[in-house]
Nanobody
Framework: QVQPVESGGGLVQPGGSLRLSCKAS????????MGWYRQAPGKERELVAT???????NYADSVKGRFTISRDNAGTTMYLQMNSLKPEDTAVYYC??????????WGQGTLVTVSS
C-alpha cells in the first residue's frame, strides 16, 4: 500500500478556514477507514476525525461543530474542512488509511499554523 498524499496546510488567522485533502492509493473496496490525526509540538498524536467506508464519521470533542470530514464520490480522496480555527489547532495533520487487511498507512503530514 502506497503512502497517501496530503495537501492543503498553511498559515491562517484565528477564525479562518482551511481545507485539507488526502488521496489514498487504494480503491474504495480496499479501504476500511480513513482519518485525520494531528500532533502539536511537544504533544502526542491525537485523533481529529475518522470516516468509515460506509460513511460513518467520528470527531474529537475539541473539533465538533467546527471541522467536517468528507470524501469524494469515488471514496478515495478524503477532506477535512476546518472552520473557526483557533491557535490551539496548530499542528502537523496526518492522514491515515486503514485497509481491509487492517493495515494502516500514514501520510507525510501537512502543517497547519493558526496565528495572527
Amino acid at each position: 500500500q502506497v503512502q497517501p498524499v496530503e495537501s492543503g496546510g498553511g498559515l491562517v488567522q484565528p477564525g479562518g478556514s482551511l481545507r485539507l485533502s488526502c488521496k489514498a492509493s487504494l480503491s474504495i473496496w480496499r479501504i476500511n477507514t480513513m482519518g485525520w490525526y494531528r500532533q502539536a509540538p511537544g504533544k502526542e498524536r491525537e485523533l481529529v476525525a475518522t470516516i468509515t467506508r460506509g460513511g460513518n464519521t467520528n470527531y474529537a470533542d475539541s473539533v465538533k461543530g467546527r471541522f467536517t470530514i468528507s470524501r469524494d464520490n469515488a471514496g478515495t480522496t478524503m477532506y477535512l474542512q476546518m472552520n473557526s480555527l483557533k491557535p490551539e489547532d496548530t499542528a502537523v495533520y496526518y492522514c491515515s488509511v486503514r485497509n481491509t487487511d487492517n493495515l494502516e498507512v500514514w501520510g507525510q503530514g501537512t502543517l497547519v499554523t493558526v496565528s495572527s
